[in-house]
C-alpha cells in the first residue's frame, strides 16, 4: 500500500511541474519569438519485485518477478524550435529568422566589484530598435533589441548605423545603409548581423524573457551553436540555410489546440494518481482498523 501511496505522490509532483510548462507555453503563445517547451519524463526508480517459488508453474516462461516503478520526474525541459508562422510589420528593423538559428546579442552588467562585464545571449525575437550611443560626440546609433541589448555583428563587435541612414537587410544578415539627406550617394554595407545555428538545444540555458545562453564552464561552445554568418563560417549555412527576413516577425511556436489537448491528458493523469492516493489511504485506515 505503501509503495502505491509513494508511486502516485512522486508521479503528481512531476504532473504539477508538467502543468507549470504547459501553462507557461498558453502564457506565451502571443510572444514574438517565443519556442514552446516539451517535457521529458523518465523513472525515479525501478525495482525488482520476486514472487514466492510456489508461483512457479511448468511451462511458465516469465520469470518469478516483476518490475515496480516508483513514479516518475521531470528530466528536463526539451525547447522546441520548430518555426513559427512569420508575419509581416511595418518596420524595417523586424527581422525574422527562417530555420534553426538565433540572433547574437550582447549586454554589459556590472560584477561584485563593480566592473563592467558583457554577458552574451541569444533569442529568436528579431523586434530591433535603433538606440543612441553613450559617447555624445558620437552620432550613430546601435541596432539594440527592445531592452537595450547590442545586436551582434559577425565581427563580434554591436552593429552601428549612422545616423540619418535608413538600412536595408539582404537574406544573409548583410546591412546596407543609405544616407536620407543625399539620395544619390550609393548605399554603404555597415556589418553584418550575426546568427548560430543550434545543434543542440537541450543543453542551452533558458533565462527568462525570451533569452538563452550557454551554460556556465562549457568547454566547446561550438558543439551546441555554430555560427553560419562570418565570413569563414559561410560553408556551415549551404545545407538547411538560416535565412533572414526583413519587415517580418516570427510568432511563437505554441498551438493552443495542442497545448488544451495536453491540459487536458494531465488533468486526467492527475485525477488518476489522486485517486489511487486516496484508495492506498483508505486501504491502510481498514487495515488500522483490524482487531484480532
Known amino acids: 500500500m505503501n509503495n502505491s501511496m509513494i508511486n502516485s505522490s512522486v508521479s503528481m509532483h512531476a504532473l504539477q511541474q508538467k502543468l507549470d510548462m504547459v501553462a507557461n507555453n498558453m502564457a506565451n ?46 528530466v528536463q525541459a526539451q525547447l522546441n524550435l520548430a518555426q513559427g508562422p512569420v508575419q509581416a ?10 530555420g534553426n538559428g ?4 550582447n ?73 536620407d539627406g543625399n539620395k544619390g550617394a550609393a548605399p554603404a554595407q555597415v556589418g553584418q548581423i550575426k546568427v548560430v545555428r543550434v545543434l543542440r538545444p537541450q543543453l542551452l540555458q533558458q533565462l527568462g524573457d525570451n533569452m538563452y545562453a550557454l551554460p556556465a564552464g562549457v568547454n566547446n561552445p561550438q558543439d551546441i551553436l555554430q555560427n553560419v554568418t562570418a565570413p569563414e563560417a559561410q560553408t556551415n549555412n549551404l545545407t538547411d540555410p538560416i535565412t533572414v527576413r526583413q519587415g517580418f516577425l516570427e510568432q511563437s511556436n505554441v498551438s493552443l489546440t495542442d497545448e488544451m489537448t495536453e491540459l487536458l491528458q494531465i488533468q486526467k493523469a492527475f485525477q488518476l494518481n489522486s485517486r489511487a492516493v486516496s484508495s492506498s489511504d483508505t486501504m491502510m485506515g481498514l487495515a488500522n482498523n483490524l482487531r484480532g
Open 89 to 98: 510589420s511595418e518596420s524595417p528593423l523586424d527581422l525574422a529568422l527562417e
Open 29 to 74: 503563445s502571443n510572444t514574438t519569438g517565443y519556442k514552446r517547451k516539451d517535457a521529458s519524463f523518465q523513472d525515479v526508480l525501478t525495482s525488482v519485485k520476486q514472487q514466492p517459488a510456489g508461483f512457479q508453474k511448468e511451462g511458465r516462461l516469465s520469470p518469478l518477478g516483476y518490475d515496480q516503478g516508483w513514479g516518475a520526474k521531470l
Open 102 to 105: 538565433l540572433f547574437e546579442v
Open 107 to 179: 549586454s554589459v552588467t556590472r560584477d561584485g566589484n563593480n566592473n563592467p562585464t558583457t554577458l552574451t545571449e541569444y533569442t529568436r525575437n528579431g523586434s530591433f530598435q535603433l538606440s543612441p550611443s553613450t559617447d555624445p560626440a558620437n552620432p550613430d546609433l546601435f541596432l539594440t533589441t527592445k531592452d537595450g541589448r547590442y545586436v551582434m555583428g559577425t565581427n563580434n563587435q554591436p552593429i552601428r548605423i549612422p545616423g540619418n541612414h535608413h538600412v536595408k537587410i539582404e537574406a544573409d544578415g548583410t546591412i546596407w545603409a543609405s544616407d
